[in-house]
T-cell receptor, first 113, second 114 residues
Framework: KAGVTQTPRYLIKTRGQQVTLSCSPI?????VSWYQQTPGQGLQFLFE???????NKGNFPGRFSGRQFSNSRSEMNVSTLELGDSALYLC????????????FGPGTRLTVT | AQSVTQLGSHVSVSEGALVLLRCNYS??????LFWYVQYPNQGLQLLLK??????LVKGINGFEAEFKKSETSFHLTKPSAHMSDAAEYFC????????????FGKGTHLIIQP
């Protein structure tokens, strides 16, 4: 069974631009969560989607948004990029929100210049 | 609210020695607890999980962890370290139902000395 895939793996953007990251969960998994990983703040929960609905959201500004499609694939969008948005963005999938096991993708490394 | 504290940002052990990575948690409800490992330029891999069954949990690659409610701890151990164990290790807590996603500790970088 294929794992969680994330595209692109690396991305360089300029301050003020916007970016969209994509995540394809493990086949059969319907819940997708996003996390931001930085050296200073560590791993932080961004949001979770299930059945095309945002179920939970972490403490991030409204510039961070996401969506989930009917095939469970998810995208996250960051608008008006800031230097501090440079991070590794990790996607994780699970069978459902009640399923405690999350499987992580390799991440997208975003660099904002 | 929930939180995780990992004691020691770096831990160095000799190959063949005992590995002990410490994790203490805070949770207002009975938690689920996890240990993940991250190798350079990769995502997180689940090592093991505690979900209120046996308090001693065995995971992959010879790792195990013991849930101690009285100490609010979930320390990770491995009897004999191998060079391939060198990586970043994260302890995480989730409330049942996962209302706030996974809350991670800051991570512990495990260094294996030959």
């Amino acid at each position: 069974k294929a794992g969680v895939t994330q595209t692109p793996r690396y991305l360089i953007k300029t301050r003020g631009q916007q970016v969209t990251l994509s995540c394809s969960p493990i086949s059969g998994h319907r819940s997708v969560s996003w996390y931001q990983q930085t050296p200073g703040q560590g791993l932080q929960f961004l949001f979770e989607y299930f059945s095309e609905t945002q179920r939970n959201k972490g403490n991030f500004p409204g510039r961070f948004s996401g969506r989930q499609f009917s095939n469970s694939r998810s995208e996250m969008n960051v608008s008006t990029l800031e230097l501090g948005d440079s991070a590794l963005y990790l996607c994780a999938s699970s069978l459902s929100p009640a399923s405690y096991e999350q499987y992580f993708g390799p991440g997208t490394r975003l660099t904002v210049t | 609210a929930q939180s995780v504290t990992q004691l020691g940002s770096h831990v160095s052990v000799s190959e063949g020695a005992l590995v002990l990575l410490r994790c203490n948690y805070s949770s207002s409800v009975p938690p689920y607890l996890f240990w993940y490992v991250q190798y350079p330029n990769q995502g997180l891999q689940l090592l093991l999980k505690y979900t209120s069954a046996a308090t001693l949990v065995k995971g992959i690659n010879g790792f195990e962890a013991e849930f101690k409610k009285s100490e609010t701890s979930f320390h990770l151990t491995k009897p004999s370290a191998h060079m391939s164990d060198a990586a970043e290790y994260f302890c995480a807590v989730s409330s049942r139902g996962g209302a706030d996603g996974l809350t991670f500790g800051k991570g512990t970088h495990l260094i294996i000395q030959p």
